[in-house]
């Protein structure tokens, strides 16, 4: 059974701080994706990254994928309250088998202002 | 316009009710799913269909059964409501299955049986 373990589980930071959130896993997935849920909404698709040591930015966000295509990380910078959320990391099957995206449980991460 | 809509927001009702929960999306999409998120934010996926026919039923109780008549559309019906069934359901929808590809979410509906 494929896993994602996310860490840390709850985050509560200052204004202006950075952080990294981390997804892991033992098995090797085609893509990955990351998601934000705000509360009493649904996820949101913030990235998606395909291949090995891939970088991606999103304005203060960086994603990336490890080389072995197991493992991401979402970086902040300088967070805002706006960041609140719940963020998710989700592992796309390997292409030709049967399988589902896996979710990470999440990281609740709350920015204080 | 909203692209996955599901319909009630919020349900309370008694354990031993049926009751079901539509969703429709607008957005062309083949496959559509519905997922189950718990009181410790776990999102895991019940069921997917693409083009109407059901390709992923993971281990769910056959209480649930999801009903699609046509490819924008995927209802959720639950029979003998069970304590353990309070939950978020998310309907969602993308382009072609999982692969890379952009899971639009639904807003969730919020069940809560007593």
């Known amino acids: 059974t494929q896993l994602l373990e996310q860490s840390p589980q709850f985050l509560s930071i200052q204004e202006g701080e950075n952080l990294t959130v981390y997804c892991n896993s033992s098995?090797?997935?085609?893509?990955l994706q990351w998601y934000r849920q705000e509360p009493g909404e649904g996820p949101v698709l913030l990235v998606t990254?395909?291949?090995?040591?891939e970088v991606k930015k999103l304005k203060r966000l960086t994603f990336q994928f490890g080389d072995a295509r197991k493992d991401s990380s979402l970086h902040i910078t300088a967070a805002q309250p706006g960041d609140t959320g719940l963020y998710l990391c989700a592992g796309a099957p390997p292409r030709g088998s049967q399988g589902n995206l896996i979710f990470g449980k999440g990281t609740k991460l709350s920015v204080k202002p | 316009d909203t692209a996955v809509s599901q319909t009630p927001k919020y349900l309370v009702t008694q354990m031993g009710n049926d009751k079901s929960i539509k969703c429709e999306q607008n957005?062309?999409?083949?496959?559509m799913y519905w997922y189950k998120q718990d009181s410790k934010k776990f999102l895991k996926i019940m069921f997917s269909y693409n083009n109407k026919e059901l390709i992923i039923n993971e281990t769910v109780p056959n209480r649930f059964s999801p009903k699609s008549p046509d490819k924008a559309h995927l209802n959720l019906h639950i029979n003998s409501l069970e304590l353990g069934d309070s939950a978020v359901y998310f309907c969602a929808s993308s382009l072609m299955g999982f692969s890379g590809n952009t899971i639009y979410f639904g807003e969730g509906s919020w069940l809560t049986v007593v």
């Open positions: 098995s090797v997935f085609s893509s």
């Open positions: 957005l062309g999409h083949d496959t």
């Open positions: 990254v395909v291949t090995g040591g």
